[in-house]
Nanobody, 124 residues
Framework: QVQLVESGGGLVQAGGSLRLSCAAS????????MGWFRQAPGQEREFVAG????????DYADSVKGRFTISRDNAKKTVNLQMSSLKPEDTAVYYC?????????????????WGQGTQVTVSS
């Protein structure tokens, strides 16, 4: 069993930066691939970024490539999402997710565990 707790969300102006963190519990964290998803009001949950179990492979949605960076620290059981050059369309609730698979996956149904989400609001 894995529990995930996100932090770091907030209100930021367009062009600004935020760093989201996800703290995980459970002994198997280092063997899980991790992902970040987001959901805006009235929209479906969408993939943002993913990282494999070792941190050696990452994947990003086209909409965030070059602006967001995902990283993980297996010793600290954390995964981070550094977000830069934020746009109003990045406004959403951001969710951390874990999959028992080791490889990165960009589909929500591939993840077994989810955090409660953290709100990110980007003002224009």
């Amino acid at each position: 069993q894995v529990q995930l707790v996100e932090s770091g969300g907030g209100l930021v102006q367009a062009g600004g930066s935020l760093r989201l963190s996800c703290a995980a519990s459970g002994r198997s964290f280092s063997s899980y691939a991790m992902g970040w998803f987001r959901q805006a009001p009235g929209q479906e949950r969408e993939f943002v970024a993913g990282i494999n179990w070792s941190g050696g492979s990452t994947d990003y949605a086209d909409s965030v490539k070059g602006r967001f960076t995902i990283s993980r620290d297996n010793a600290k059981k954390t995964v981070n999402l550094q977000m830069s050059s934020l746009k109003p369309e990045d406004t959403a609730v951001y969710y951390c997710a874990a999959t028992t698979a080791r490889a990165v996956t960009n589909v929500a149904w591939g993840y077994n565990y989810w955090g409660q989400g953290t709100q990110v609001t980007v003002s224009s």
